[in-house]
């Protein structure tokens, strides 16, 4: 059988649904199509310094075995490279993996990646970027200012809450976050250089869906589709029940009400400025990037991405060989 050339897998061994079984699974599936490297990560960082090494030691795809922040990590290093990424979901809620078309967990991802692989397509996503005190981290799903990030802040400072209660957490921490917020910090929002609104929370995402909720797709930013154009909505007031209503339509898979009382939003051609008196949280794909008083977010690097054959084609469009 033949391959797209060097293959390594970064494996994230405390990823939610990264047992070794299916780590074994995973490279014995890999090995004919010329895996060369396995690496297992232990601790934060690891992934993307990793990712790099294989990058430089001439792998031509790095096959992730973890979550969104594996993902994350990894994307950040080869975006704008030659390097093409295969993410394997194996974590919580594999957003980034499954808005590419790969099935919801990892094992029925194999069969599919090896197929992928053999067929030698890559195709092309664009990502964010965004720029904390002149440190800059690139993003492969979305990133938050505010509600958002305060939700992620709790969660992520419940570790026990975040693997017993999954994508219910993250519900329960909004739920939390929304009854704070009415006493948040204001953001100011500028894009592409004109104010646009004063916010309590702004999202931003480089493409769909946002995150998921389980099996559902929650499509909370919409007009996002890897086609180098951010999106953007911010939430103008806070009132939970508000909020509750919003996510309900969300959920059914119902437009949001954007231009109305509560959300404004729209798209990023160039960059979208978020500004806060007092220091705000901050989040991107998921992890928790502390309080700030400035972030600008721009539209990003374009990162090579494998994808299933039944696939939907991205918007940044072209099939090309690896």
Known sequence: ???????????????????????????????????????????????????????????????????????????????????????????????????????????PAVPLLVEALAGGAVREAALGRLVIDGRERIFAINAGVGLDAATVEWIEARPRTKRRLRQAGFALATGIAAVRARGAARLAVDVDGSPQTEALAVLVACGTPYTYLGSRPLDLVPGAAFDGHLAWIALTRAWPHEIGGLLLRAIRGRDLPIGGPALSGGTVARELVIRSDDPAPVQADGEALGRHHEVRISPGPVLRVVVPATAPVLKTEGARTI
């Open 1 to 107: 059988m033949t391959g797209p050339g060097p293959i390594a897998l970064v494996v994230n061994p405390v990823a939610t649904r990264a047992s070794r079984a299916l780590r074994a699974e995973t490279a014995g599936a890999l090995s004919p199509l010329g895996l060369e490297w396995v690496l297992v990560t232990e601790g934060p960082g690891d992934a993307a310094r990793l990712a790099a090494q294989a990058a430089a030691e001439g792998a031509a795809v790095v096959v992730t075995l973890g979550g969104d922040g594996t993902v994350a990590d990894v994307a950040g290093v080869l975006a704008g490279g030659p390097v093409a990424l295969a993410p394997l979901p194996a974590g919580n809620a594999n957003v980034f993996a499954r808005a590419l078309g790969w099935p919801r967990g990892a094992r």
